[in-house]
């Protein structure tokens, strides 16, 4: 599965329940040092992935709770 890495800037325009479907799909990255030949190459091990992903929990602790549907 492709995934499209995201800047700060666009990150901070999505709408909440689309930030927290890019935060699920950064979770289906590899769990190991294999790299996603579909996607950027990144996996949970990946200092950038980490990064990346730090960033976007930042960004949601930040917003209101919304509640499941």
């Not at 999505?14 to 990144?42: M, V």
Request: glycine share 4%.
């Amino acid at each position: 599965m492709k995934r499209n890495i995201l800047t700060h800037e666009q990150l901070e325009s999505l709408t909440t329940p689309r930030l927290l479907a890019y935060k699920n799909s950064l979770l289906k990255c590899n769990e190991g040092p294999h790299w996603d030949e579909d996607g950027p190459g990144w996996d949970k091990q990946c200092p950038e992935w980490q990064e990346h992903y730090k960033l976007v929990k930042e960004i949601l602790a930040n917003r209101p709770h919304i509640d499941k549907k």
